[in-house]
């Protein structure tokens, strides 16, 4: 068996042929080193490159993300924008037909009201007979009651008589029906009520007007 001085070296080599030989096998080693190093470098290429590829892929599925988030948040403003006129829109037709509803309501009111209204007038007209003519005092009083009662009744949805006579005439209040001759400071003055006018309890505005009967002085001519 041949004996070795080193690895790889038969024993008897001279020292050159040794150097030579141990050249030879630190050559070996560099290049199966370098082809190592080459094979890892080819690898690590490899890897590079699907992983710049991978980025690639993910930046342009990340952009792709990106828009349709930014699609989704416009969608999603516009439809809370609707949402908001949708919102705006029923609380205006509620409070429209609410609005509506309580003018008709009123409406309905006022009518029923004016209609009594007639009545206390034909009461008002045929107590002011009776009073004249002389009627029997128990018939007057009854007849009176009753009159009241149609006065309470109006008082009790919300409208009252409001007084005319001797008040300064005022348009808003009063339809002047025509002028009567009067004394000076009477001038402008109601001086007679031909039909009496009513307004709301609550806000005191007039329901109807009292038709009436205005002074007229000579010196006011």
Not at 87 to 97: E, F, I, K, L
Not at 148 to 173: A, Q
Not at 191 to 209: F, N, P
Request: net charge negative.
């Amino acid at each position: 068996m041949m004996r070795l001085v080193g690895p790889g070296i038969p024993y008897g080599w001279g020292p050159r042929r040794r150097a030579s030989a141990r050249a030879l096998m630190r050559n070996a080693r560099s290049v199966k080193n370098q082809r190592r190093l080459e094979a890892e470098c080819d690898e690590l290429k490899c890897q590079l490159a699907e992983s710049r590829a991978n980025l690639e892929q993910n930046e342009a599925e990340s952009y792709e993300y990106r828009k349709k988030i930014d699609e989704y948040e416009s969608q999603l403003s516009r439809l809370q924008s609707e949402l908001r006129r949708s919102h705006s829109d029923a609380q205006r037709n509620r409070m429209s037909a609410a609005e509506k509803e309580e003018q008709a309501a009123e409406r309905a009111r006022i009518e029923v009201a004016n209609r009594v209204m007639s009545v206390a007038d034909d009461f008002a007209n045929a107590l002011e007979v009776a009073e004249g003519q002389g009627m029997d005092p128990k018939w007057f009083d009854g007849f009176k009651a009753m009159a009241e009662k149609v006065e309470s009744c109006l008082v009790s949805v919300g409208y009252r008589r409001f007084e005319s006579l001797g008040e300064d005439m005022d348009p808003s209040r009063h339809e002047a029906l025509a002028t009567m001759p009067t004394s000076e400071d009477q001038d402008g003055k109601v001086i007679q009520v031909v039909e009496a006018g009513y307004e709301d309890l609550k806000t005191s505005k007039v329901v109807r007007v009292a038709k009436v009967l205005v002074g007229r002085s000579s010196g006011g001519e």
